[in-house]
């Protein structure tokens, strides 16, 4: 295995399908919208709101609250990744391709 590559962790916080999608989006695309991230999944806001507050909690992930467009009075929600929450996923990601591959994941 390459120096750069992660070392494979199995992470239970963030296996959960809708965390793992969560993290999938965020790692590809990098600060998302709540409503663009709640969409893309297809859950409530509450499902959404409650995924998100278990990996916020875990330092996996950033909340920021901005103005909406216009500078209208409403705040919207972006969502993006931490660095250790990037390397978290980038681990557990490693850790999924070795069970694919018919290894033990660490």
């Not at 806001?45 to 500078?71: F, M, N």
Request: charged fraction near 25%; glycine fraction near 8%; aromatic fraction near 6%.
């Amino acid at each position: 295995m390459a120096s750069d590559s992660p070392e494979p962790v199995f992470n239970e916080v963030i296996h959960a399908p809708v965390r793992l999608r969560i993290c999938g989006l965020l790692d590809t695309y990098g600060t998302v919208r709540f409503d663009v991230l709640r969409d893309t999944l297809g859950v409530s806001d509450a499902t959404c709101s409650k995924h998100l507050k278990t990996l916020a909690d875990h330092d996996y992930i950033r909340l920021d609250k901005k103005a909406g467009d216009g500078g209208k009075a409403y705040k919207v929600t972006w969502v993006r990744l931490t660095s250790e929450g990037k390397a978290a996923f980038q681990s557990h990601v490693a850790a999924l391709r070795q069970i694919v591959a018919g290894q033990a994941a660490g």
